[in-house]
C-alpha cells in the first residue's frame, strides 16, 4: 500500500493507483498528491461505495471526468 499522507506525493515509477472504497476523507496532502499525480497524466481506478463518490467526483471533475451512480453486480 502506499501512503501518501507521509510521502506528499505519488513517486515517479508509480504509473496506476487503485483506490478501493476509501473510509475516511482525504488529507490536503493526499488530495494534492492525487490530483498531481493524475495531472501528469497517471492512470486511476477509484472503487466508491454507491453514493459516496462525492469526494471522488470534485477530485476528478476538473480533468474533465463525469463520475455516475453505476453498480457492477458480480
Known sequence: PLTLGSSGAVPEEITT??????????????????????????????????????EVAELVRPLGIEVRADIILD
Request: hydrophobic residues 40%.
Open 17 to 54: 493507483l487503485i483506490v478501493a472504497s476509501p473510509k475516511k476523507p482525504y488529507l490536503a496532502e493526499e488530495r494534492r498528491a492525487l490530483q498531481q499525480f493524475l495531472e501528469r497524466g497517471g492512470d486511476a481506478v477509484f472503487l466508491v461505495e454507491p453514493k459516496e463518490s462525492g
